[in-house]
């Protein structure tokens, strides 16, 4: 049963555009029709004023004999009493030839959906024009046909030649209102390539799954790296236009809004267009650059999101081709090949790993840790292990004091230097260093000099390296501080 609008439902562009618009686009030829818009919009855009008919007819014709195998028969029946009806007299040109008369027939459709209407001028000449609420949409066609590019670049730059150049005192209404316009294209570019990320590792999930290799190849090299990484990805790193001027125009926002005089002038301005009192003008101005500048500093957020989902992208296709290119070179792989030999009784023997196929599973499949016993402490201890326990431990004491004896400290470090002359006189790296144990103590006492305070050695750096005894040390001086 077809849905049924009910009369209170709101019609919303529908209040604008007639009920057939669509209607062009979901027939079966709607290829053909969306062709041949994009096909009148170029015709449109080159000519000053309306489209004469003849010229539509002749390139509609080119164009449907060029794809006349690819044509879909559709129910016409009803068109072609219309058209009867009302072209009877004019339309004779159109039946010398069948694609000259189908390319009047897909032109008639097209005005009655209101895509275009058609006038007949004083001179007699009938001319195909554009209607104004269908334009919008003949841009977006356009636009879809030849490929998405988003300029990142050039949404920074306009707002930054709206805020920031001269005009911008003299018709700050118009400036801001580009500027808001801009700031909000650049948001929504960047989440469309975050999200278009999405749906194109969605994408590479679903080819992983059901195609082979090749598939995903085509997957990643043509379709993400061209609509994404060539077309919009690259270009959004390369540019360094948001950092150059997002600043600037941090800047010139808080000046404008701190600028009464200016907001008062603008606001004045804006009243001739929204036919409002002033104070509201002035307060959607201030809310205009606020939204411009919020919407800047979520650049940066943005760009790591988008960033964060290309090496996801990345790495599970990395990891997919390599899956299905070198199956053994993933650890997903390998214990897939595993798997497989395990199955096979005669390759099963070769593996020096125990893998069993089990038919059940049950507590025994499950590998546990072995239990360790307890100790048993309920026995009694002799008097010779009891005199042994005690010889141990006072033989690791006495090896613990004779570490603590041999430990470098920094009264120890500084009465070795003192024992060294240092008392009487500068002491230099090669008169300290004479064998392994005074580059220890040298190597301490250059450590304690540079870090401790209370050590009662000031290092002085001298140019240049000295080798002593084998070892090579800066060329450094100790100075005994002087007591106070």
């Known amino acids: ?95 010398r030839g069948d694609m000259r008369a189908l390319a009047g027939r897909f032109l008639r459709r097209l005005v009655r959906a209101g895509w275009l209407s058609e006038e007949t001028l004083a001179d007699f000449t009938r001319v195909i024009n554009i209607t104004a609420y269908g334009k919008p949409f003949f841009e977006a066609l356009v636009k879809v046909s030849e490929g998405l590019k988003t300029e990142y670049e050039s949404h920074v730059v306009t707002i930054y030649s709206s805020l920031c150049g001269e005009t911008v005192r003299e018709n700050g209404h118009f400036m801001v209102l580009k500027a808001r316009e801009e700031a909000a294209a650049l948001i929504d570019s960047l989440k469309v390539l975050s999200q278009s990320i999405k749906g194109h590792y969605d994408a590479l999930n679903a080819e992983a799954v059901r195609s082979e290799a090749a598939a995903v190849l085509h997957e990643h090299y043509d379709l993400y790296a061209g609509e994404v990484l060539d077309k919009a990805y690259k270009r959004l790193k390369t540019s360094d236009n948001v950092s150059r001027y997002r600043q600037s125009i941090f800047k010139q926002i808080a000046a404008l809004l701190a600028d009464e005089a200016w907001l008062d002038e ?69 214990i897939a090949a595993l798997i497989k030999a395990s199955s096979d009784d005669a390759v099963r023997e070769h593996f020096a790993h125990d893998l069993y196929r089990f038919q059940f599973l049950s507590p025994s499949s499950v590998s546990l840790r072995r239990e360790r016993a307890e100790a048993d402490f309920s026995g009694s201890v002799s008097d010779a292990e009891r005199e042994a326990a005690a010889r141990a431990l006072a ?17 120890k470090v500084s009465l070795w230097l003192d024992e060294r002359g240092g008392a009487e006189k500068i002491l230099s790296s090669g008169e300290l260093i004479q064998d392994e144990a005074s580059f220890v103590r040298f190597v301490y006492a250059l450590l304690y000099g540079d870090s401790r305070k209370q050590f009662d050695y000031i290092v002085e750096d001298a140019d240049g390296k000295t080798t002593s005894a084998g070892y090579a040390a800066p060329n450094v001086r100790f100075r005994k501080k002087e007591r106070v």
Request: aromatic content about 8%; overall charge negative.
């Open 395 to 411: 033989q690791s004491e006495a090896d613990f004091a004779a570490r603590r004896r041999k430990q470098l400290s920094m009264q």
């Open 266 to 334: 603008s606001a004045g301005k804006y009243v001739r267009m929204l036919s409002t009192s002033r104070e509201d003008c002035r307060k959607k101005l201030v809310s205009m650059l606020e939204d411009i500048r919020d919407n800047l500093r979520v650049v940066d957020p943005l760009e790591d999101e988008i960033d964060h989902r290309n090496a996801v992208y990345s790495r599970s296709s990395t990891e997919i081709i390599k899956a299905w290119i070198e199956p053994d070179s993933t650890v997903a792989g390998k």
């Open 1 to 95: 049963m077809p849905y049924v609008q009910p009369h209170d439902a709101p019609q919303g562009v529908f209040s604008v555009l007639p009920d057939a618009f669509f209607s062009p686009l979901a027939w079966a030829n709607r290829r053909h029709y969306a062709a041949l818009l994009v096909l009148y919009y170029r015709l449109f855009q080159e000519h000053t004023r309306g489209v004469e008919r003849e010229l539509v007819i002749r390139e509609f014709t080119q164009y449907l004999g060029m794809h006349r195998e690819s044509l879909s028969d559709e129910d016409d029946a009803d068109d072609e009493a219309a058209d009867e009806a009302a072209n009877a007299a004019s339309e004779d040109a159109d039946s």
